[in-house]
T-cell receptor, first 114, second 114 residues
Framework: NAGVTQTPKFRVLKTGQSMTLLCAQDMNHEYMYWYRQDPGMGLRLIHYSVGEGTTAKGEVPDGYNVSRLKKQNFLLGLESAAPSQTSVYFC?????????????FGDGTRLSIL | AQKITQTQPGMFVQEKEAVTLDCTYDTSDPSYGLFWYKQPSSGEMIFLIYQGSYDQQNATEGRYSLNFQKARKSANLVISASQLGDSAMYFCAMREPGGGKLIFGQGTELSVKP
């Protein structure tokens, strides 16, 4: 039971470098989300997708781009990493966006920008 | 704007005792969902319990129950018979209509003492 898998688990980048975080889910969920978690704060939504080929901005989208070319994958890109993007990134998925269906989370990616 | 507030940054409880973690929310939508997640020191997000705005009864899941007071806009998590493994961060979250996005509170760090 893989659920939601995030790759990589840890990464250190230099300011200005680019990278892509991969999220894969094997539950055939329609909805997928990217959050970031900073110390002393709850999770904040970066971008989300309500189905294959769709994306939308969340609360803190600046500096990030996303793509959902396949239903099972949701990619988060940092084009030019900044120290302010040092955070723990969580991907989540859910079957629908209403009712009692919870979001299922990956184990997180710890990203440090030097 | 929708908002979740958790006013207890840290809580201590004696093993085998009950503990209540507070959560208040603010929304103008009549339809919403409230979730509690547990985040142990290992970092993953674990879904605990859900309460829908139209649910007539308080939700329960094993040792977890939700004290839902709609008029006061509060959704407090009650953990009965605390165990050492309950030591973790606990997040209250509200589902926004449209897209199923979650808004998280700041979290409460619970420490269970033997």
């Amino acid at each position: 039971n893989a659920g939601v898998t995030q790759t990589p688990k840890f990464r250190v980048l230099k300011t200005g470098q680019s990278m892509t975080l991969l999220c894969a889910q094997d539950m055939n969920h329609e909805y997928m989300y990217w959050y970031r978690q900073d110390p002393g704060m709850g999770l904040r939504l970066i971008h989300y997708s309500v189905g294959e080929g769709t994306t939308a901005k969340g609360e803190v989208p600046d500096g990030y781009n996303v793509s959902r070319l396949k239903k099972q994958n949701f990619l988060l890109g940092l084009e030019s990493a900044a120290p302010s993007q040092t955070s723990v990134y969580f991907c989540a998925s859910s079957q629908i966006g209403t009712g009692d269906q919870p979001q299922h989370f990956g184990d997180g990616t710890r990203l440090s920008i030097l | 704007a929708q908002k979740i507030t958790q006013t207890q940054p840290g809580m201590f409880v004696q093993e085998k005792e009950a503990v209540t973690l507070d959560c208040t929310y603010d929304t103008s939508d009549p339809s919403y969902g409230l979730f509690w997640y547990k985040q142990p020191s290992s970092g993953e997000m674990i879904f605990l319990i859900y309460q829908g705005s139209y649910d007539q009864q308080n939700a329960t899941e094993g040792r977890y129950s939700l004290n839902f007071q709609k008029a006061r806009k509060s959704a407090n998590l009650v953990i009965s018979a605390s165990q050492l493994g309950d030591s973790a961060m606990y997040f209250c979250a509200m589902r926004e209509p449209g897209g199923g996005k979650l808004i998280f509170g700041q979290g409460t760090e619970l420490s269970v003492k033997p």
